[in-house]
């Protein structure tokens, strides 16, 4: 059985940090890419941040800078730090594992709430 666990989402003040983590089983982890995604009410969801199986990061032009993902294989979790929080920041986040060969699935975590407030 897949699951994709969230934690460490919560409310924080404007210029604050948050770190969070998605603990996976029932995947082949370290072959996975990992991501992190957000949806803000109203809005799309939306790419945040990717990691390759081989550790190559990808983000979205909005969090540059500020959030950096990393992955622990022996763990078979990712992570998101994140800094520097914004309002705009505020959104479900979600944690996804995709693959696209041998075999392929894509994977969605329940999401954790993220709150930046001015």
């Known amino acids: 059985q897949v699951q994709l666990v969230e934690s460490g989402g919560g409310l924080v003040q404007a210029g604050g940090s948050l770190r969070l983590s998605c603990a996976a089983s029932?995947?082949?982890?370290?072959?996975?890419?990992m991501g992190w995604y957000r949806q803000a009410p109203g809005k799309q969801r939306e790419m945040v941040a990717t990691?390759?199986?081989?550790?190559?990061?990808t983000y979205a032009d909005s969090v540059k800078g500020r959030f950096t993902i990393s992955r622990d294989n022996a763990k078979n979790t990712v992570y998101l730090q994140m800094n520097s929080l914004k309002p705009e920041d505020t959104a479900v986040y979600f944690c996804?594992?995709?693959?696209?060969?041998?075999?392929?699935?894509?994977?969605w975590g329940q999401g954790t709430q993220v709150t930046a407030s001015s």
């Open positions: 996804r594992a995709l693959k696209l060969l041998n075999p392929r699935y894509n994977y």
């Open positions: 029932g995947i082949i982890f370290s072959a996975t890419t």
């Open positions: 990691i390759s199986s081989g550790g190559i990061t």
